[in-house]
């Protein structure tokens, strides 16, 4: 028995339960590339507390950017990430693609480095 969902075919020997978790796994790169840019945000519009500690505003600008940047490839990481999956997932196939995974976890790591350091420098 093959239904169809967007054109493909499902195998039906797919657990929902595993669609379903692929949906779960979107959903939390969704969040975190919200959470991102409201944090780039933040410090890009409201940086009250920093403004007295420092004297580069410009700074808090362009690290706010960089996150509200950093955000918006997260959640076009997790989309392409998630279309893959539930392409190979309804097609009974195996999930192997890491690399997308790695290379935005890297960028995320690298950013709240820069970001920590950036916070260490100006107090």
């Given at each position: 028995?093959n239904?169809?969902?967007?054109g493909?075919?499902?195998?039906?020997?797919t657990?929902?339960?595993v669609?379903?978790?692929?949906e779960r796994t979107?959903?939390?790169?969704i969040?975190?590339?919200?959470?991102?840019?409201?944090?780039?945000?933040?410090?890009?519009?409201?940086?009250?507390?920093?403004?007295?500690?420092?004297?580069?505003?410009?700074?808090?600008?362009?690290l706010?950017?960089?996150?509200?940047g950093?955000?918006?490839?997260v959640?076009?990481?997790?989309t392409i990430?998630?279309?893959r999956?539930?392409?190979?997932?309804?097609?009974?196939e195996?999930?192997?693609h890491?690399?997308?995974?790695?290379?935005?976890?890297?960028?995320?790591?690298?950013?709240?480095v820069?970001v920590?350091?950036y916070?260490?420098t100006i107090?």
């Amino acid at each position: 028995m093959n239904l169809t969902e967007g054109g493909l075919a499902i195998d039906h020997r797919t657990d929902p339960r595993v669609l379903l978790a692929n949906e779960r796994t979107f959903l939390s790169w969704i969040r975190t590339g919200i959470s991102l840019m409201a944090f780039g945000f933040v410090i890009s519009k409201f940086d009250l507390f920093l403004h007295y500690r420092t004297h580069h505003p410009l700074h808090e600008q362009v690290l706010g950017l960089i996150l509200v940047g950093t955000g918006i490839v997260v959640i076009a990481g997790g989309t392409i990430h998630f279309e893959r999956n539930q392409r190979q997932l309804i097609k009974g196939e195996t999930v192997a693609h890491t690399k997308l995974i790695i290379s935005l976890g890297t960028v995320v790591a690298t950013l709240g480095v820069v970001v920590f350091f950036y916070l260490v420098t100006i107090g």
